[in-house]
């Protein structure tokens, strides 16, 4: 019976278009500048909570 089985779509190797690398490149400079800004913030967020308690 599996034998029988022909798919109805064909089998097509994706590939990324050009475009969509260079976009992902973008992606992941932004995301990690954006991390290290939060980061940062939320040091500075934690150091004034520790100041304003003592």
């Given at each position: ?17 050009p475009?969509?690398?260079s ?7 932004v ?10 913030a ?5 150091e ?7």
């Open positions: 019976m599996l034998k029988l089985y022909q798919p109805v779509v064909k089998q097509q190797e994706i590939k990324p278009e475009s969509q690398a976009h992902m490149a973008n992606l992941r400079q995301t990690g500048v954006t991390s290290k800004q939060i980061s940062e939320m040091k500075l967020e934690l004034l909570c520790v100041v304003e308690k003592l």
